[in-house]
């Protein structure tokens, strides 16, 4: 499944109902800007995902539409995840998908940390 990144939100999404409490998550992280917990389909030994706590579908909606409060509280919150989880001194991957070409799948923004063993390239090099 995929999502185009652009509003309207949809209430029934995953994340909207994981925020409302319909379904369980391991927590990592809960504040009044944003939520973060353990992915259930790990891609790296250590796979969290953060979301902001608004109705926000992608990072561009999020970008124009959050208030600087609830931007500031998540990003802050993106980064003491990584260093509560002890991913700072080797180093992590923050990641965010927009959009179909973007490999997004739940149309409410969030970002992934990896980390916990080296990652490698981020995307393929380009042909040409």
Not at 53 to 71: C, I, L, N, Q
Not at 77 to 95: I, N, S
Request: hydrophobic share 40%; proline share 6%.
């Amino acid at each position: 499944m995929s999502a185009t990144g652009l509003p309207p939100y949809d209430d029934a999404n995953i994340f909207a109902r994981i925020l409302r409490g319909e379904i369980p998550c391991k927590r990592v992280h809960d504040d009044a800007h944003a939520l973060a917990f353990h992915d259930i389909n790990p891609q790296a030994p250590v796979h969290v995902l953060v979301i902001p706590k608004g109705r926000y579908v992608s990072v561009a909606d999020f970008g124009a539409h959050a208030t600087e409060a609830e931007v500031t509280g998540f990003w802050r919150a993106v980064a003491k995840v990584a260093k509560d989880l002890g991913l700072e001194a080797g180093g992590y991957r923050v990641l965010t998908n927009m959009g179909v070409d973007g490999g997004q799948e739940v149309p409410h923004f969030h970002v992934h940390i990896f980390g916990g063993r080296r990652i490698g390239r981020m995307v393929p090099r380009a042909d040409g």
